[in-house]
């Protein structure tokens, strides 16, 4: 039989190493709290740089696609009245109007985010935008001869894409931000029949937006709606697939920049501003472009690798961001009704 | 209660409550008081009826797969003269420890690439059901051991001089085991309505997927809540439909041999019995396993994952060990107080710890945190103790109703007779109580090991800054297309599950006259 005493002793040293482990835990120290919805990946190399460079110790939660990298929106919300977090970057925009609107951002003009164009900042500094993704078509090269290739997201309404397409989950993600953003550029009207086209066409729903890429990847379908990061980590493997920055002739291509936002009551915040102002900086937007997400810099002569391609030579869609967050609840009920029965 | 004295009973209980019971009840009174009309928040509308008949197809469609499974598979282990008995018995344990949605994942490659007839059958609640009922029949074959061990071996042989086995067993075996076999349907059927993660794979509106959609797409935790609501009164009465049938009844014995049961030679039908439970082990656990094994590739992959998320795998194995244990110490005074208090204090007991299964763990994390996360709970909330507090809050069901059943089986006798010997508490607990219960505290420190370590939903909500787990670091590189890392990290994931589950393997061979596995909630 096991002896009694070691069952105890046993409960009795895992109590008090969880103890000590919690102690050690609280200890306090200069830090920054930093929540970030852009993938650990790219993420960490750029706080490990902040850190060595100012001493400041970053405190780090990420969020994952398991929560459809929501996770972190609602534990901001859910935190309102006793923040925790200094600082979230978030790899989209619409989110971060969302919180902006609940009241949980406090407003910080960096003098870092001087040159970003407009239409990717807060006039109150309550978000500020950097580092784009754009929205794009991946393609299978075996299964689209390269004249038959779709120049807008408006073909795949033609009948010769029956079935043949994916879109990711249109209620989170980027996917969300898209469709909410057509609602804003086309209208509500045209982007419903527009959608009701895609259904009727066979869209084929899938969970996420590299899901997508891989099902085209597989060459289970030929094209998918996804994001420049997702297409980009299949084409620098080699696999045979291409991308197109649709609509170049007509609404253009949606980019949709990181965002990085100071939070209201922020629990340290002059380290906060430190922090945001180094995001901010043309130094993060390079190592974004030259990292494997290959996000497109928003301000002129920030070096990049040739594959990014630069922010002015692109058809790029003009479309105010806070209308496209406003516009995501309805624009999502609309989308569930259609793809979600 | 002459081995432990109330006031033990009565502060683990109330630390249990204010763990378990504090932050949902926080989280639903907010909810209900931001509602206008409650009358119409309730109202079922046409969409809700849908949510309902597809969760409720689910669940009975779990049910069926799971019973299939599991009742043939409890059966040849405890009663037939098949081989390989023991292992059969600690592999059907597995699928419980590995992640739904890896089994979903491999599925839906498989049969995609059958066509459009295999796709229409996984996309849809019969595809949702199989894939559940893999991952859930383990309860199904517990119950029906437990129920099998139970039966009176008298009445089997007084059949035996004038029926043939098949009707010994359709006549006399399985009505006697029907309580049992209908209880764990119950915890299949709790456990597959609640399943986020396969209908979201597969395609299906189920209430996990709406609640989540509510609360993830709209960030509308009011709605979210308000949906848990119907399944949180289903789950409820389903668990009072399960203690009527299991009333006075042992809860869980699990052996591979029983020396006193008739064991029926299965003859020319043994190499059929064989395959049926090879089949199983290949569907539940072979087949995920081979995917992501296949998946990772070559072996410098694991060298890859574990110098990359070691810091992960390290704190993964703190939090769930120390949850575990913890989960243990105030599980053994409440399992005490299910088995020996009286009738309302144990039901009581038995639908507070029921709740936490029905609630989506999205909606627990933010219960936790409204509840949890002010200026004078601080040290809970930034500290580790929150994971721990989660954990408790999810898993102690387990243990409590494990350590239960373990203390069901002590004859009450033993009590009387060393409280008239006058021996002070500690010493009746010391040399009666615990080592006799030993074997289901050791089972549930196991069990909850496990499930703390598989945990993501209330994970990823409330881990305090700077900390990460495996199953985080699993997801995180999942959105990268890091899927050799991803398949790479999830076998050491299932391995390091399976790690106690071994010991608790040679442990049962060391200790076979004495360990009796309880593992049901």
Known sequence: MINLRNIISLFLVIGIVAVSGVQVRAEQQKQVVLYTALDQIFSEPIIQDFEQKTGIKVKVVYDTEAAKTTGLVNRLIAEKDNSNADVFWNNEIARSILLKDKGILAPYLSIQAADIPEQFKDKDGFWTGFAARARVLIYNKDLVKADDLPKSIFDLSDVKWNGKFALANPLFGTTATHCAALFVALGDEKAKQYFQSLEANGVVMVPGNSVSRDRVVDGELAIGFTDTDDAWVAISEGKNVGMIYPDAGGIGTLLIPNTVCLIKNAPHPDEARQLIDYILSREVEQKLAFSQSMQIPLRKDVKKPKHVPDYDALAVMAVDFEAVAHKLKDSGEFLTGLFLK | ?521
């Open chain 2, 1 to 521: 209660m002459s081995f432990l004295p109330k006031p033990i009973i009565v502060f683990c209980l109330v630390l249990f409550l204010i763990i378990v019971l504090g932050p949902l009840l926080l989280i639903f009174a907010e909810c209900l008081a931001s509602v206008d009309n409650i009358a119409e928040a309730f109202l079922l509308n046409a969409r809700q009826i849908a949510l309902f008949k597809n969760s409720m197809l689910v669940g009975l469609g779990s049910v069926v797969f799971a019973l299939v499974l599991g009742v043939g598979y409890g059966f040849f282990i405890s009663r037939s003269d098949i081989p390989f008995k023991k292992f059969f018995l600690f592999s059907g344990l597995l699928p419980l420890f590995i992640p739904a949605h890896i089994t979903s994942i491999g599925w839906i490659k498989l049969i995609t690439g059958c066509g459009l007839a295999g796709n229409s059958l996984i996309y849809s609640w019969l595809g949702v059901s199989f894939i559940l009922g893999l991952a859930y029949f383990p309860f199904i074959m517990i119950m029906t051991i437990t129920g099998l061990n139970s039966v009176d071996s008298r009445l089997e042989e007084a059949a035996a001089l004038t029926h043939s086995k098949a009707q010994i067993i359709t006549k006399i075996t399985l009505p006697l085991i029907n309580s049992y076999i209908v209880s764990g349907a119950i915890l299949v059927f709790v456990f597959s309505v609640s399943n986020y993660g396969v209908p979201d794979l597969l395609r299906l509106n189920t209430y996990p997927v709406e609640i989540f959609v509510q609360f993830s797409a709209f960030y509308d935790t009011t709605k979210a809540v308000l949906l848990s609501l119907p399944m949180v009164g289903v789950c409820l009465l389903l668990v009072l439909w399960q203690r009527y049938l299991m009333n006075n009844k042992s809860y869980v014995t699990l052996r591979a041999k029983n020396a006193d049961k008739i064991v029926f030679n299965l003859d020319r039908w043994k190499i059929l019995a064989v395959l049926f439970c090879t089949l199983i082990f290949i569907l539940s656990v072979g087949f995920p396993m081979f995917m992501l094994i296949k998946g990772a590739g070559s072996l410098s992959t694991y060298a890859t994952a574990f110098k990359t998320a070691w810091p992960q795998i390290r704190n993964s194995l703190f939090f769930s060990s120390v949850s575990a244990t913890f989960i243990c110490l105030i599980g053994f005074p409440l399992g005490y107080a299910l088995s020996r208090a009286g009738r309302k204090m144990s039901l009581f007991i038995d639908l507070c710890s029921i709740i936490p299964f029905a609630i989506p763990s999205a909606i627990f994390g933010v219960a936790m945190i409204r509840f949890w996360n002010r200026p004078l709970t601080s040290i809970i909330y930034q500290t580790s103790l929150v994971l721990i507090f989660g954990y408790t809050a999810r898993f102690a069901a387990f243990a409590i109703r494990a350590i239960s059943s373990n203390i069901n089986q002590i004859n009450r006798n033993l009590e009387e007779s060393a409280e008239l010997a006058c021996a002070s508490w500690t010493k009746r607990l010391r040399t009666i109580l615990l080592p006799m219960a030993w074997p289901g505290i050791i089972s549930s420190w196991v069990l909850c090991f496990a499930l703390c370590m598989a945990e993501l939903g209330v994970t990823l909500l409330v881990i305090p800054a700077g900390e990460a787990t495996l199953p985080i670091r699993i997801y995180t590189l999942m959105h990268y297309g890091a899927h050799k890392l991803v398949c790479g990290l999830s076998v050491i994931l299932v391995l390091i599950i399976m790690l106690p589950i071994l010991v608790l393997y040679l442990m049962y061979n060391k200790y076979k006259h004495k360990l009796l596995i309880n593992g049901e909630i």
